[in-house]
């Protein structure tokens, strides 16, 4: 089984960027779909994206889509996501997700990693 580590959280003003990296370890990464969820205080976790093994099909949330997107270099075993005009709103803890396809990981059931903490100001 994959196992997984968040990093790049941190505080931001609103408008500014981040960049989450997620590495993995234990599996096969090149043959896992992988994706980012968000968690925010007092609600339920949320899908943000999701990629391909390939890396050739990407998805995203409709409250993402044009400022955040997902990339995976699978020489590095490691998955990003590039959040830019971030807003209050994406505060949030940021959650990778791993599974043999697309469609296990937006549905959550792949495996999960501890999360990063991403906090945007206004």
């Known amino acids: 089984q994959v196992q997984l580590v968040e990093s790049g959280g941190g505080w931001v003003q609103a408008g500014g960027s981040l960049r989450l990296s997620c590495a993995a370890s234990?599996?096969?990464?090149?043959?896992?779909?992988m994706g980012w969820f968000r968690q925010a205080p007092g609600k339920e976790r949320e899908f943000v994206a999701a990629?391909?093994?390939?890396?050739?099909?990407?998805y995203y949330a409709d409250s993402v889509k044009g400022r955040f997107t997902i990339s995976r270099d699978n020489t590095k075993n490691t998955v990003y996501l590039q959040m830019n005009s971030l807003k209050p709103e994406d505060t949030a803890v940021y959650y990778c997700?791993?599974?043999?396809?697309?469609?296990?990981?937006?549905?959550?059931?792949?495996?999960w990693g501890q999360g990063t903490q991403v906090t945007v100001s206004s």
């Open positions: 990629i391909s093994w390939s890396g050739g099909s990407t």
């Open positions: 997700n791993a599974g043999p396809t697309v469609s296990i990981v937006r549905s959550g059931f792949g495996s």
């Open positions: 234990g599996g096969t990464f090149s043959s896992h779909a």
